[in-house]
């Protein structure tokens, strides 16, 4: 069976490290619970450009910047505000929640199939709160092209200590306008590399989990996840995964124990920049399955049938399957297309 979840009575404490956190959502208990529908065909398609790029449109970067200030403003009560949205992941990912039909269970959305998924429909609905907030349904989310060199320095504009887009818990040394992020990042031991090498490094492991690593479903996707088996682990993460995890650890203060923001699960929905890189990861999920054989989602019952809840841009709450997530088209918004320099890499 499918792994439905969570459980809506059952929301704890969260844990990250010998820490616990509140990140439950306003209670989905008692309330009436939709199933998602996909958007009408006659919406407008919101197209997510490069940050790097996104950020030279004054008009689009003021909209954006509107967008997040109106959710920071929200009351912290209010399933669509900054806080909350951050508890989505929290709760998700550090232990808050169990499996609806195995209350026996933890539930994990990372180290599995579910990982891209879970993820799309997150940014999915956070992307569309912010439109709703400034009253603009073609507001698309920027994404980070960490897979192309210009794109890898983290953008100006979440740099601007004014700016609703800031962050204060990153790692200052990566804020620096000549940091590249390390996709490759070793936290204990940091390499020192010239610009050219750093892009070199990056393409190379792109290849290697976007290519080379990952020509099945089960090494690009991670391991199979229903209900009954045991909460995934890290080892059975998939190369999607792994290739995204250094840019996490790469971006938080990695002065403090937990890493915040963006170093842990409990805390890097708090970072803006947590959305524009799963941007680029929902988008390499649809690149990857562009570049060669045997490179489509999967089609098992459990897989297309897997639900999660979340709070829609109306602060109403949904039920969303798999299945209803494998065509962004489908969804509404799309990529701004990109070259992709890692695609044909030579060591
Ligand atoms: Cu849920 Cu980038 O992690």
Known sequence: RPVRGPSIEACVRATAGDQTFACCPPSFAGVDIMDFQLPSA?????????????????????????????????????????????????????GAYVQADDTNKGLQIHYS?????????????????????????????PFWNWDHEDG??????????????????RNPAHQLPTSLLDLDYNKRQPAVRTKEEQVRVNYAVVYNNMVSGAKRR???????????????????????????????IWVGDSSRALGEDMGNFYSSGRDPL???HHGNVDRLWNVWKTIGKFRFDFDDYDYLNASFLFYDENAKPVRVKVKDCLDNKLMRYDYEERPLPWRNFQK
């Not at 990982?115 to 073609?138: A, C, N, Q, S, V």
């Not at 059975?236 to 995964?241: D, H, L």
Request: charge should be positive; proline fraction near 9%.
């Open 113 to 141: 199939w579910l990982f891209l998924p879970f993820h799309r429909y997150y940014i999915y609905f956070y992307e569309r709160i912010l439109g709703k907030l400034i009253d603009d349904p073609t507001f698309a989310l």
């Open 218 to 248: 089960l090494e690009f996707f991670g391991a199979k996840y229903r209900t009954g088996s045991a909460v995934p682990v890290r080892q059975s993460s998939g190369s999607c995964e792994n290739l995204h995890n250094p840019a996490h």
């Open 152 to 169: 890898m320095p983290i953008a100006d504009m979440f740099k601007d200590t004014e700016s609703p887009l800031y962050d204060p818990l």
């Open 274 to 276: 947590f959305y524009v």
């Open 42 to 94: 006659s919406e407008p398609v919101r197209i997510r450009r490069p940050a790097h790029l996104a950020g030279l449109d004054p008009v689009w970067l003021d909209k954006y910047k509107r967008a997040i200030k109106a959710m920071r403003c929200l009351p912290n009560d209010d399933p669509r505000s900054y806080i909350q949205q951050a508890r989505v992941h929290c709760a998700y990912c550090n």
